[in-house]
């Protein structure tokens, strides 16, 4: 059973209408102390005397007494929602040009926004990054799991962890006033410590500045978000960013990846490295691995190479708290992954079924491979998965190839095909693929193209036979669809359990 998520995540993340959390006021704070924290070019309007109770980026989060920052994006320019925020409550607004509209206007320079913005959220809410030990993960894949490993580890340690990260309910890294609220009253609701996703976005987009982790954990280094970066140079720098002097006290790096070594050769931070060969005696099954480590045994109970190193780079980062070597094994022990990470469905059928948020050519790889150690010889791994629509197409025949290498049979389909249509898409999965596996893309074919992905989970499961193992990847712990505009409600491990239970029963 995967991990209570409620338990570590959802501590002050969101906000209610009133700007207040399971009934405590928030913080105050006068405007001109809080405007002085940042660089302005000019005020238009009197600081004095206004009281802040908030600040905000959004105009349709706005609480009264808040300070909206008007962030001029990619798609929407904050700037045109200025009259929103003040009809919610806004007592000012930070912006790089002056409205007509009579409110107090703090004017930052140009493209200073966000940098501004994380000053004053920090400022507002007492710089709680300062008050507890802060660990940030960043890397293609695993960030997640290494973070609820870590929490693990410290709750067997006597501590109380928050982990603010993908399965928080918002993005991987949020933006700045939501990351300094949450710590804010995650301090409040008596967390000791704090492990963050950091994004490569987030880096690059100040969000996580203001903020000085004792601890960063660089995962790996594969094809992704490209659509954003362009080039995986670009993608590595934005993610090293974690690992300057006035972000960072100590890094630890997974050396096994050639990104983690430019990093040590880069960085300027004192490192700390990992690698599989610290699992001494390893040996993987299907129900997780078992090593030793400095020593120890240690006892994973989940499954996958890919686990072994996030388990390796949670125990580094454990030992660096202070955490004992009894404290590391026994969180590991406890734990038992994270949902849409190899999650089991078991609805009494008599084959497996993974569901995995595997979306990067390396993360299908690592749980087809995990799927291939747990299927008998002679039995098959049928693989569903689809690419991400207005994201790196550049991934697509790469993932293409990938299911072609290590699945019996693949069923192509939707992700969240967001403005693109679902059958370009699929397309351009399948120019990665051989001629030999495109002979014929019918049902008894190695290659089947379900665009629905609702059919491609039901096809998938009625063709599975005993001891086969079904990976249903992409989605992992979204319960949404993104189609055009439209967001519809879509739960993989929802659909497979409804089903498991039609087959079985008759009944869904």
């Avoid at 209610?16 to 309007?45: C, D, K």
């Avoid at 059958?423 to 001629?435: A, F, H, R, Y």
């Amino acid at each position: 059973m995967a991990e209570d998520q409620r338990a570590l995540s959802g501590s002050g993340y969101r906000k209610n209408a009133g700007g207040q959390r399971g009934g405590m006021r928030p913080p105050t704070m006068q405007l001109s102390e809080l405007v002085s924290a940042i660089e302005t070019v000019s005020v238009l309007g009197e600081t004095h005397g206004i009281v802040v109770t908030g600040v905000s980026f959004d105009s349709r989060d706005v609480s009264p007494g808040e300070v909206f920052c008007a962030i001029a994006g990619e798609h929407f320019d904050g700037h045109l929602f200025i009259h929103d925020a003040v009809a919610r409550g806004a007592v000012a607004v930070v912006v790089e040009r002056f409205v007509p509209l009579p409110i107090v206007q703090i004017r930052v320079s140009p493209g200073s926004m966000r940098v501004q913005m994380a000053k004053l959220a920090s400022t507002f809410y007492g710089n709680p990054s300062t008050r507890f030990p802060m660990v940030g993960i960043t890397g293609t894949n695993g960030k997640t799991t290494t973070s609820f490993m870590l929490a693990a580890i410290s709750r067997a340690a006597g501590h109380s962890p928050f982990v603010l990260g993908t399965l928080s309910g918002y993005r991987t890294t949020p933006e700045s006033p939501v990351i300094q609220r949450s710590l804010h009253y995650a301090i409040e609701d008596g967390n000791d410590i704090a492990v963050m996703e950091v994004s490569s976005h987030a880096l690059d987009q100040h969000r996580v500045d203001e903020i000085i982790y004792d601890i960063g954990i660089f995962t790996n280094l594969t094809q992704d978000h490209l659509d954003y970066h362009h080039t995986m140079d670009a993608y590595f720098m934005a993610k090293a960013r974690l690992f300057e002097t006035h972000r960072c006290r100590i890094g630890i790096v997974n050396i096994d990846d050639p990104w983690g070594l430019r990093l040590i050769r880069d960085s300027q931070v004192a490192m700390e490295t990992y690698s599989i060969e610290d699992a001494e005696d390893l040996a993987m099954d299907a129900d997780g691995s078992m090593f030793r480590l400095d020593g120890e045994r240690i006892r994973l109970g989940v499954a996958g190479k890919h686990n072994v190193y996030n388990a390796l780079a949670a125990a580094k980062a454990a030992r660096r708290l202070g955490y004992s070597a009894d404290a590391i094994r026994t969180g590991l022990a406890n734990f038992r992954g994270v949902s849409g990470r190899l999650e089991r469905i078991e609805e009494g059928q008599p084959f497996k079924v993974i569901v995995d948020f595997a979306h990067t050519p390396v993360a299908l790889e690592a749980v087809l491979e995990a799927a291939r150690v747990i299927t008998p010889e002679g039995r098959r791994v049928i693989v569903v998965f689809g690419c991400g629509g207005d994201r790196d197409r550049r991934k697509r025949p790469l993932m293409g190839e990938v299911a072609e290498s290590l699945a019996d049979v693949t069923i192509l389909t939707s992700d969240n095909p967001r403005s693109e249509e679902p059958v370009v898409i699929i397309q351009e999965i399948l120019s990665g693929m051989t001629k030999s596996a495109l002979t014929v893309l019918g049902e008894s074919s190695q290659v089947i193209v379900k665009a629905d992905r609702r059919e491609a989970i039901e096809l998938a499961l009625s063709m599975a036979e005993p001891d086969d193992v079904v990976v249903i990847a992409g989605k992992g712990h979204e319960t949404k669809q993104t189609i055009g505009q439209s967001e519809v409600a879509f739960s993989d491990q929802e659909v497979a359990r409804s089903v498991l239970r039609y087959l079985r029963s008759g009944q869904p």
